[in-house]
């Protein structure tokens, strides 16, 4: 169903920089690379999404490479509350627009 | 602005039961998806939704589940006959239009017995 690959779990210290990898070798020119992460059970968290271009906002950058074949997401200094698992996607919203999360990435922090 | 608000959050039902959930998007979305999230495990797109449309249900099991998103009120995810298999937690996320990012509500842990 997911058409990104992510590694299973990674550990990070506290207050480093959380570099989170994602592999999308499918991904077509219409579709955005989305990140979200899951804290425990609640729901879900939009972090930031991007399509070519690197973005930034207040939580995470988000780093595409240029052939678009994979992303990276940086949380710049990472604190225990960045635990979570965090998913990346890809996402056409020009056919069908659905969402399609695979396993994602188990991040730890650790004091 | 209220996020998306899902209710309720905590549901039992008994077996051969009916389950109604309700997922109210965010003002001005008019985008809904469904997710179900299995003890440990991921998120499984169900359904994608517009206003009064079913977009998308290609993963939304073929019997006892159905979903609606009127023109006026919450979207409504509805399993029919529960059986212990159903017992999950549900998602909803909204977004404004089809290239804006999706929020997501607390869900509703629905569990059967």
């Known amino acids: 169903d997911a058409k990104t690959t992510q590694p299973p779990s990674m550990d990070c210290a506290e207050g480093r920089a959380a570099n989170l990898p994602c592999n999308h070798s499918?991904?077509?020119?219409?579709?955005?690379v989305y990140w979200y992460r899951q804290i425990h059970s609640q729901g879900p968290q939009y972090i930031i999404h991007?399509?070519?271009n690197n973005e930034t906002n207040e939580m995470a950058s988000l780093i595409i490479t240029e052939d678009r074949k994979s992303s990276t997401l940086i949380l710049p200094h990472a604190t225990l509350r960045d635990t979570a698992v965090y998913y990346c996607i890809v996402r056409d919203p020009y056919n069908n627009n659905d969402m399609r999360f695979g396993a994602g990435t188990r991040l730890t922090v650790k004091p | 602005n209220a996020g998306v608000m899902q209710n309720p959050r905590h549901l039992v039902r008994r077996r051969g039961q009916e389950a109604r959930l309700r997922c109210s998007p965010m003002?001005?979305?008019?985008?809904v998806y469904w997710y179900r999230q299995l003890p440990e495990e991921g998120l499984k797109f169900m359904v994608y939704?517009?206003?009064?449309?079913?977009?998308?249900e290609s993963g939304m099991p073929k019997e006892r589940f159905s979903a609606e998103f009127p023109k006026e009120g919450p979207s409504i995810l509805r399993i029919q006959q529960v059986v212990r298999g159903d017992s999950a937690a549900y998602f909803c996320?909204?977004?404004?239009?089809?290239?804006?990012?999706?929020?997501f509500g607390q869900g509703t842990r629905l569990t059967v017995v």
């Open positions: 996320a909204s977004s404004q239009s089809m290239n804006t990012e999706a929020f």
């Open positions: 939704l517009q206003k009064e449309n079913i977009i998308d």
């Open positions: 499918t991904i077509s020119g219409n579709e955005y």
């Open positions: 003002k001005g979305h008019s985008h």
């Open positions: 991007g399509l070519k």
